[in-house]
């Protein structure tokens, strides 16, 4: 489990996360995160659960990431920018 709660994250920081490759959680709620620097959960095919809880730079452009984890069960976004469509376009 990694959980930077709060933080402010760079994408120098973000793209640190690459090296988890093992990673099974998550938590990235109330953060500066961006759903482009969200790239780096490509490197992360185990990732289960994840959470953006209140991280306000996330809306739409973070799905192609999103659908591109085989084994996410749990995610949760709420007090996103993420719209409800884009979330029913990653669960077909």
């Given at each position: ?18 090296t ?16 482009e ?52 376009a990653?669960?077909?």
């Amino acid at each position: 489990v990694v959980m930077l709660l709060g933080e402010l994250l760079l994408a120098a920081g973000i793209a640190r996360l690459r090296t988890l490759s093992l990673l099974r959680d998550l938590n990235l709620s109330n953060t500066q995160v961006t759903g482009e620097s969200l790239a780096v959960l490509a490197s992360m095919p185990l990732l289960e659960r994840l959470t953006l809880w209140k991280a306000k730079n996330i809306g739409d452009a973070v799905v192609p990431y999103l659908t591109a984890l085989p084994q996410l069960s749990l995610l949760d976004v709420s007090e996103t920018k993420l719209t409800e469509s884009a979330v029913d376009a990653r669960a077909r």
